[in-house]
C-alpha cells in the first residue's frame, strides 16, 4: 500500500506545480523514494513515464486556456514551461492534430487528458514468485551509454537496435542489461548492455570492463516471448510484489535484467518457454 499511496501523493504534488519547473527528483523526492525507482514504477503502474504525463496534462490544460480565454500563445507558452513559441506550437500540434492558432480561429474540439486516479482492486490468489539471493560482485564487458529518465523507454529497445547493427553483438551478446544510478538521485542514469568478462580476453575499442558490486537480491524469473513477459513481471513487480513488501527495501541504484541465450530455444526470444530474470537489490527494513 505504501507505493500506491506513494504514487498518488506524487500525482497530487503534479497537479499543484505544472506551471512551474519540476523535475523527477523534485516528485520523487516529496514521496520519499529515489528517482531511480520511482520512474520505473510510476511507468509500470501509469502506463506513462514521468515526463510524458507532466507533458500531456500541461498539453492538455493549454488547450482548454486556449479555447475559454484571451491569453497569447506566447503567453501559453511561457506558462507551461516552453522554451519559445515555436516548440510550444510543435508540441501542441503533436498532441491535439493542430496548431494554436488554428485551434483558436476554428474554436476546435481539443483532447483532454485527466489527471490519473489510482485505485485499488482486490484479486485472488495471485503469487508472484521470486527467491531473495546473495551474490558476490561480479565482472562484465559492456558498452554503456547514458539516458535521461524521461526518455529512456524509447532509447533503450533502440540502443539495443543499434547495438546489434553496428556489429557490436560480435563482442558483447547481451546476457545483461544494467540501470546504474549509485546515487539514486539523479535525472539520468548509466545503461549497461554486458556479457560477463572474461580476464584473458582483450577489451574491444569502445567497450569497458565494469564491476557489479555484491547484494542481496530479489530476483523475478520471467518466461515467456520477449517483451511481453519482461514488461508484464515489471507490472506486477511494481503494482503487487512491492505493495505489500513488508520484510525488504530497496537497497542500491541497479537494476538487473538477465537473457538467456536465445540460440536455445526454438523460436529464439519469441518462445513460449525463453527466460529472462530481473534482479532487484534489497535489504532489510
Not at 41 to 67: D, H, K, Q, W
Amino acid at each position: 500500500m505504501e507505493w500506491i499511496n506513494a504514487i498518488g501523493e506524487a500525482v497530487d504534488f503534479i497537479e499543484a506545480h505544472l506551471t512551474e519547473d519540476i523535475t523527477i527528483n523534485d516528485v520523487a523526492d516529496h514521496v520519499y523514494i529515489s528517482p531511480f525507482y520511482f520512474h520505473k514504477g510510476f511507468s509500470m503502474l501509469c502506463g506513462y513515464s514521468l515526463g510524458e504525463y507532466i507533458r500531456n496534462r500541461r498539453l492538455s490544460l493549454a488547450g482548454a486556456e486556449l479555447l475559454t480565454s484571451d491569453i497569447s500563445i506566447l503567453e501559453l507558452a511561457m506558462k507551461y514551461r516552453y522554451d519559445s513559441p515555436d516548440s510550444f506550437s510543435r508540441a501542441f500540434s503533436r498532441f491535439h492534430g493542430l496548431s494554436p492558432a488554428a485551434a483558436r480561429k476554428e474554436k476546435a474540439m481539443l483532447k483532454t487528458f485527466a489527471p490519473l486516479k489510482l485505485t485499488i482492486s482486490l484479486k485472488g490468489g495471485y503469487v508472484m514468485d521470486y527467491r531473495i539471493t546473495k551474490k558476490e560482485s561480479f565482472t562484465v564487458l559492456a558498452a554503456s551509454r547514458e539516458f535521461r529518465y524521461d526518455n529512456a523507454q524509447q532509447e533503450i529497445p533502440a540502443y539495443w537496435k543499434e547495438h546489434y547493427a553496428s556489429g557490436n553483438g560480435a563482442y558483447v551478446c547481451g546476457m545483461f542489461g544494467i540501470n546504474i544510478d549509485p546515487q539514486m538521485g539523479n535525472e539520468t542514469f548509466e545503461y549497461l548492455i554486458a556479457d560477463v568478462y572474461h580476464p584473458a580476453a582483450d577489451i574491444p575499442k569502445g567497450f569497458s570492463v565494469r564491476t557489479i558490486p555484491a547484494f542481496t537480491w530479489a530476483v523475478f524469473p520471467c518466461k515467456g516471448a520477449m517483451p511481453q513477459a519482461l514488461q508484464d513481471v515489471n507490472t506486477k513487480l511494481f503494482s503487487e510484489w512491492l505493495p505489500s513488501l513488508k520484510e525488504y527495501e530497496f537497497a542500491a541504484g541497479y537494476c538487473v535484467e538477465m537473457y538467456d541465450a536465445a540460440d536455445k530455444y526454438p523460436k529464439g526470444i519469441q518462445d513460449e518457454n525463453y527466460y529472462t530474470e530481473i534482479w532487484i537489490p534489497v535489504k532489510k527494513k
